[in-house]
Every structure is written in structure tokens, then in C-alpha cells.
């Protein structure tokens, strides 16, 4: 994913288009994986010196990874036309971008 994403953005760059590259999904994916790498130099770090002394360090991370996941998989979810599912999973969604200006 991140190898397809650096390519991805090098081609863009390519052809001048760093504008159109960077949305806001393409952010948050950023973000997503910045994150789940901090997560995976965390764990990995912890694993091989046997420093896991304060497990709540870790806690706001895991956190974030998990809402991050939860809201790619209702992303990825909205455009399934079977069973209704996608038309269940719009109302979520928009109820989450009108309660993200709390967040700031």
C-alpha cells in the first residue's frame, strides 16, 4: 500500500499535478499510515529489548489506529448496492463529517 502511494505520488509529481494528488482521503490515508507505522516501531521495538513497562503509552495510539480502521471500512462499505448496505452506511458517515468540527 504504501509502495503503491509513493509511486502513485511520484507520478503525479511528475506531470505537475501535486495539487490535484493531495484531497482530503489521501491525507488521512497518509496519516493512517504514519500511524500504523509508529504502531509497528512501537510493538516491534518492545518485543525485542522487553520495555513493555507502561502498556498505557500505547493506548491513545491503538485508539487511533482503530477509529482510523473502523471509519476506511465504512468507506470502503458505501458503495455496496446488496442488501441495502451502502444507503445504511451513508447516514454514518455524514453524521461523522458534521461531528468532526467538535473535534477541532
Avoid at 520495555?51 to 482503530?66: K, N
Avoid at 458503495?79 to 451502502?86: A, D, H, R, V
Amino acid at each position: 500500500n504504501i509502495f503503491t502511494e509513493i509511486l502513485l505520488y511520484s507520478g503525479y509529481r511528475r506531470r505537475s499535478w501535486t495539487e490535484e494528488y493531495w484531497n482530503t482521503i489521501r491525507f488521512v490515508l497518509w496519516l493512517h499510515l504514519a500511524l500504523m507505522f509508529r504502531l509497528q516501531l512501537w510493538l516491534g521495538s518492545g518485543w525485542l529489548d522487553g520495555s513493555w513497562s507502561d502498556p498505557r503509552q500505547i493506548r491513545p495510539l491503538l485508539a487511533a489506529v482503530g477509529s482510523m480502521k473502523w471509519i476506511r471500512l465504512l468507506y470502503m462499505f458505501r458503495g455496496f448496492e446488496s442488501w441495502n448496505f451502502g444507503k445504511r452506511i451513508l447516514p454514518i458517515m455524514s453524521s461523522l463529517l458534521e461531528a468532526s468540527t467538535f473535534l477541532i
